[in-house]
């Protein structure tokens, strides 16, 4: 069959809750992807910030294979060694207290949301706790996840949300603090926000939010479901602010590409919140998802992810920077390590499209932003067929 008739039989059978490209993969090599009709295609999506290892890593496709013939799930009703290593890690790379493996980003939010809240009950006994989160933020699509995203076009149809979630305006800590009351119990941001455009937490706005949650004994939850797993040239975005929150979501990278998430609590969270009965998954944690993660973080560590990150993330920056001054359809561009964005005075849906005609895979965040987050692993040479590709799409 044809890319085309298959495409048409996806529409016939798939509920159409996105509006995707035309293409079907086949395959991935290294940061390159393969239609079903051999087109190649420079990939500076990565899955949407998943796929940091690059395609076909021999030590992470190995130990998925090597997991498979052993055992693949087992529910958390027993132990997995997978598992405990991954946890050890993670924690190792956090500091992080105690981990709970989800399924996914929106999973591990949910998580953290009930561990803010069995928290604040367990101090009052109230059941009216409020959460403040940011605007133009995105924490997922399930109930819990969908009520701190701040894009009401996503709720409004779904309405009502679980209720007593205020919103505030990212790094503008009066809003913040306009919005506590004695019943929050609560605050909830991405160290770096993604979907909402690439947009940092300013040093100001996270030192700011960090001291008030010490003063009143509210929770920072920080989303690092994109901007970590060294996304930003740190392990976890927060880690470059010298502040830590209490609680914390992963997934994308976590996992590269085997469904995964988690949430971390830090200690006083981790001793007074969620207990034996308060929370569960079936899949979550299971060893093929285990031994992603494991794998994953030894892989980090032997090909030095953070210096690649770091490095071309740096080259990323000075070429985008390039560009964005001598173009005048583009007017910011931000972000850090392998998580940028150029927002343009125009749409950008038509130059994506014209970069994947001509075999290059970028995303946007929003109608006019197009959004970097390509596989950690890429080069400096990546980097300049990346940027030849796309001034030639813009022009
Ligand atoms: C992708 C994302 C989520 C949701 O993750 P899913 O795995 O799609 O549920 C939540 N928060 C942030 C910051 C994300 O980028």
């Known amino acids: 069959m044809s890319m085309k008739e298959y495409i048409d039989e996806a529409e016939s059978v798939l509920l159409h809750t996105y509006n995707r490209y035309q293409i079907v993969f086949d395959k991935g090599d290294g940061v390159y992807l393969y239609d079903l009709e051999g087109k190649k295609y420079l990939d500076f999506c990565a899955g949407i910030a998943v796929f940091a290892l690059g395609y076909q890593n021999k030590a992470y496709n190995d130990a998925l294979k090597g997991q498979i013939d052993k055992i693949i799930h087992t529910s958390n009703y027993y132990y ?17 207290d105690r981990v ?10 949910e998580g953290a949301i009930k561990a803010a809240r069995k928290y604040a009950y367990l101090k009052d006994g109230c059941k009216d706790h409020e959460i403040i989160a940011m ?16 894009n009401p076009a996503y ?14 305006t990212m790094n503008d800590l009066e809003s913040v603090k306009a919005n506590i009351t004695d019943k929050t119990c609560a605050i909830i941001f991405e160290t770096v926000q993604g979907e909402g455009g690439i947009y ?12 008030l ?28 602010y010298g502040i830590k929150p209490d609680i914390m979501t992963s997934a994308k990278g976590l996992t590269c590409g085997v469904p995964g ?22 899949y979550g944690g299971n060893p093929l998802a285990g031994i992603a993660t494991k794998t994953v973080l030894d892989e980090y560590k032997r090909l030095n992810i953070l210096d690649n990150v770091n490095e071309v993330g740096q080259y990323l920056f000075d070429r985008l920077e390039e560009l964005a001054t001598s173009c005048d359809k583009i007017i910011a561009h931000r ?20 970069c994947i005609e001509n075999g290059l895979i970028l995303i946007n965040a929003g109608t006019n932003i197009i959004r970097f987050v390509p596989p950690l692993v890429i080069t400096k040479e990546d980097v300049d067929n990346m940027m030849n590709i796309l001034t030639k799409c813009i022009n």
């Open 80 to 96: 997995n060694v997978p598992a405990i290593e991954a946890a050890k890690g993670l924690l190792e790379a956090s500091k992080m």
């Open 100 to 109: 709970f493996f989800t399924n996914s980003g929106a999973e591990a939010v």
């Open 135 to 150: 605007e133009h933020s995105f924490h997922g699509r399930t109930f819990g996840a969908l009520s701190v995203t701040g």
């Open 155 to 168: 709720r409004e149809a779904f309405e009502p949300m679980i209720g007593n979630v205020k919103f505030a």
């Open 200 to 211: 940092p937490a300013t040093k100001e706005f996270m030192e700011g939010v960090k001291a």
């Open 213 to 240: 949650c010490e003063e009143k004994d509210i929770l920072l939850i920080l989303d690092e479901i994109q901007c970590g797993m060294g996304r930003t040239g740190y392990m976890y975005a927060w880690q470059k």
């Open 261 to 282: 998430g988690a949430f971390f609590l830090g200690k006083k969270v981790a001793e007074n919140s969620l207990v034996a009965g308060d929370h569960g998954t079936t």
């Open 335 to 354: 972000g850090v390590g392998l998580m940028q964005g150029l927002e343009f005075n125009v749409p950008v849906k038509d130059i994506i499209n014209s």
